[in-house]
């Protein structure tokens, strides 16, 4: 086993809007795969598919954000900051700025536009 986690999926109640969050804050894009056949669509974040852990967001039945429960780190990319600095413009609130770790990087976590507890992780 490479990794504890293989797959992660970020629940939101309106899909587009998570999506455009998302995308702004990690300044990409993320491929839509519509699942109609369980009333669901999915949006994927970027993601070395063959060596890596893999996530999306999920909208669809069952799919509730929340602030409790598991909290999932996302890469803040090589400086944290610049992911941060978006949260808010795109929709999101921060609840822990930019916290170092010591020997292991820096943390921050947020509020997402759907009501989603999740974090950033980074080396600077």
Known sequence: ????INWFEIPAKNF???KSFYEAVLATTMETMPMEEMGMRMAFFP???ENGVGGSIVFGPG???SEKGSL???NGGDDLNLALSRVEAAGGKIIIPKTSLGEHGFMG???DSEGNKVAFHSSK
Not at 1 to 4: Q, R, V
Request: charged fraction near 25%; proline fraction near 5%; aromatic fraction near 16%.
């Open 1 to 4: 086993m490479k990794n504890a």
């Open 16 to 18: 587009e809007r998570a």
């Open 47 to 49: 993601s070395d598919w």
């Open 63 to 65: 799919c509730e954000p």
């Open 72 to 74: 999932v780190y996302l």
């Open 109 to 111: 976590q947020f509020i």
